[in-house]
């Protein structure tokens, strides 16, 4: 009987470890979820505040470029 006793603790012992071990694990993941979820935030606040100066500089060629055509129309007429 006490042999049964020593390999029921020994068992329960293990079993502790794996649980703890698994805790573990799952505080990293919850962790590493965590940062991630607050870095993608932080990027998406960035990109809807910062202005898009692509934009701006497409505007400014199209203003140019009719500019061009509109100077030719007149220099024909």
Do not use: H, S
């Not at 703890?20 to 991630?36: D, Q, Y």
């Not at 061009?68 to 007149?74: A, R, S």
């Amino acid at each position: 009987m006490n042999k049964l006793d020593e390999l029921m603790a020994l068992l329960q012992k293990q079993e502790k470890e794996e649980e703890k071990c698994k805790n573990t694990v799952m505080w990293v993941l919850a962790i590493i979820g965590a940062v991630a979820a607050v870095a993608g935030i932080a990027y998406a606040v960035y990109r809807f505040f910062t202005p898009d100066y692509l934009e701006d500089f497409e505007d400014d060629f199209d203003d140019d470029f009719d500019d061009y055509f509109e100077e030719e129309d007149n220099e024909e007429n």
